[in-house]
């Protein structure tokens, strides 16, 4: 049994606001600034390039990434920090592509988050061999797992409609076909019990902007399965992932552990803050906050259902087949979330029609979600979505 | 006319600190700690999600690539900012060899950063057609571009000696040979007048955590020359670099502008940060601070020659020939930097014996350098750096 949730008192988040979009960008810890602080004028300000001893900057992707690996069900020194997700994503399926030579396809679904998709892109045509993405609809990708795709790569957590994978089960129809696994964790990390190692899956990716409330731009990790790491050639081979970096060899020569899919150098205060975002899973039973997750779901979508006839569900019904969000399709609405927003409950819209809102346990309780229905009601009910200033889009929705 | 230099007001300092290591990571410019709680209370911490709109966080790598345009002169909207080095080496090898598809070699040299070279390597192994990096000495490069070279990738100013290449000659070789030509500017930006649009290369790269005091870990740039951006293919397609991120499209479209050159979401805090110390700039002349640099150079050489017969010069002697930095050699330089750094005077080491010390004319005056000299004149006269506490290595020297 952990500590009870939610943990308000941990974050700063302001009067009057209901955020349901901790799945996009987590809310602020306490504890943020004042690192962010220390880490500019004491460590940078003070100790100079001195802190990257002193200060323990040289270890922190390996430190953060290990407090990662407790949060996803891996063990100790199997996930590096980093980056972003994209970039995790590339170094991922370029391994799993070296580890089945002979096969041409990279098979992924088109519910997927488009970066995923892009990178696989990317790498295909950098590689120019004829490699061929394949994405068909989550439910059949299973069924496409056929003996010519070297990689299935997936996010577990469908962003749009919080619709999960099964990991195990799909894991081991990959590995049943010969195929390498990667998981993509952006929306499962901190949301979710992971067993990562218990999947057998050889790679997960993920950010920690979102549910890890690392703030934005936050970095990314890697995991890597630890039995395949010594043979993983890294495509971006940068001298953070060299056996020994600061002896200048001409030659790279990647670290015998997870470091070796360490690229440059890090961003250490993106990371110090990360790293302080992480301290309010001290005590967290992930068994709590996901029952605690799956019962705000449920009480959403029964709130909504009974005062928004509009609205039509766009999640699983199932809790056991959703991630910790839940969305609604809504001819406007991108509109109706402006208005929404405009009345302090901060959900977010995906295109072309999904309103979205996430449900983080470590900071919304029932009386958050009871309170986030009544307005949304409230909004349609008055059809303000109709007020010319929610119609024009901005840039980030 | 410039402002006049230096302008140790706007930095923090730590007294008795000489701080010659601006090469390796500048000081702190005074207003980064107050931009940092600023981003993470008010923008995070009040805006959250909002502030991707809000506080221009979408558009800040846009906003810090043209001021860092300015100082690398390179036209308007021409840099993208992100990521680190590393996987900016990586974005400018692979859309050069795509530029070149006949051509099946990259020319560096012996001098180069070895993580530039790591790049190359990781590149080549994954692409496996049979790429070869070349890499002779620095003094050999220009007549080592043959008709089958590709792409010629250099860095400006040696990491180790301070040498410096002759951009607009070695350019023009590159290209009379057929070769597209990438810069990286790690040693050069911040440091030296430079003209990268007058020199016709096709890229540049560089860090911002040297001579542009953004911070450890800040993010990387990457300059594409603007009749080329539309044409380049990169192998990092993310999602911020396509032409409409959040149209959610399951096939890439890259942006057409250097904004393709973007890859995931960027990380706001450094880039904030980088953008606060960015204003020190204002107002700098660039051809004072070129001249300034040299003067420092030359004065520390000198008192150094007189006064350490022991150290011999490993840097060019001719302030033209040499970026703003100064190396010598030393059989004992290791334990000999040590020293020197418990007595105040902080430079670098690099491997094997190189004692390197950086001139960064925006904090560091004459009796700065008169001082450093005299103390480093006593470590070697009483042989200070034999104590056992300065043999042991670090991990980053």
């Known amino acids: ?15 009057g606001i209901i955020y349901l979009d901790g799945n996009s960008l987590g809310v602020l810890p306490k504890g943020a600034a004042i690192r962010a602080t220390r880490v500019i004028e004491e460590e940078w300000g003070g100790q100079l390039i001195r802190a990257w001893n002193s200060a323990g900057w040289m270890d922190l992707p390996r430190v953060v990434g290990n407090r990662i690996a407790d949060l996803i069900g891996a063990p100790e020194g199997s996930v590096a920090t980093g980056d972003t997700l ?34 696989a892109q990317g790498l295909i045509g950098t590689i120019d061999k004829g490699y061929e993405l394949r994405t068909p609809a989550p439910e059949a990708v299973v069924d496409a797992i056929s003996e010519d795709v070297a990689v299935v790569m997936l996010t577990h957590v469908d962003y749009r409609s919080g619709r999960m994978h099964d990991m195990k089960a799909v894991t081991k129809a990959a590995h049943a076909a010969g195929a390498v696994m990667i998981w993509d964790l952006a929306h499962s990390a901190g949301a979710l019990e992971l067993d990562i190692a218990g999947s057998d899956a050889e790679f997960a990716v993920g950010c920690s902007y979102k549910y890890l409330n690392g703030g934005p731009g936050a970095p990314a990790f890697i995991y890597a399965r630890p039995d395949i790491v010594e043979g993983i050639e890294p495509a971006l081979s940068g001298w953070l992932g060299h056996d020994a970096p600061f002896a ?74 959703r991630g910790s969000q839940v969305s609604f399709a809504f001819e406007h609405g991108y509109s109706a979330m402006q208005a929404l ?54 840039r980030v929705t």
Chains 1, 2 share one sequence.
């Open 248 to 321: 200048m060899e001409l030659d790279y020569r990647p670290a015998m552990s997870t470091e070796r899919l360490r690229v440059g150098t890090p961003p250490i205060l993106q990371l110090a803050v990360l790293q302080e975002a992480l301290t309010v899973w001290d005590g967290v039973d992930l068994s709590d906050l996901r029952a605690a997750s799956m019962r705000l779901g449920d009480l959403f979508i029964a709130e909504v259902e009974a005062r928004c006839p509009e609205l039509e569900l766009a999640s699983p019904r199932d809790a056991m087949q």
């Open 86 to 119: 994209s970039i995790k994503v590339y170094q991922a399926l370029d391994a799993a592509l070296k580890m089945r030579p002979g096969r041409r396809v990279i098979l992924s679904d088109d519910g997927n988050f488009p970066s995923d998709l892009y990178m």
């Open 341 to 394: 927003i405009s009345r302090g409950v901060i959900g977010d819209f995906r295109a072309p029609d999904v309103m979205r809102f996430g449900f983080t346990p470590l900071y919304i309780d029932e009386s958050d979600v009871i309170a986030a229905a009544e307005i949304l009601q409230d909004v349609l009910e008055t059809e303000s979505w109709r007020d010319p200033r929610f119609q024009t889009r901005s």
């Open 1 to 15: 049994m952990g500590v009870s949730l939610p943990r308000k008192d941990l974050f700063e988040i302001p009067d």
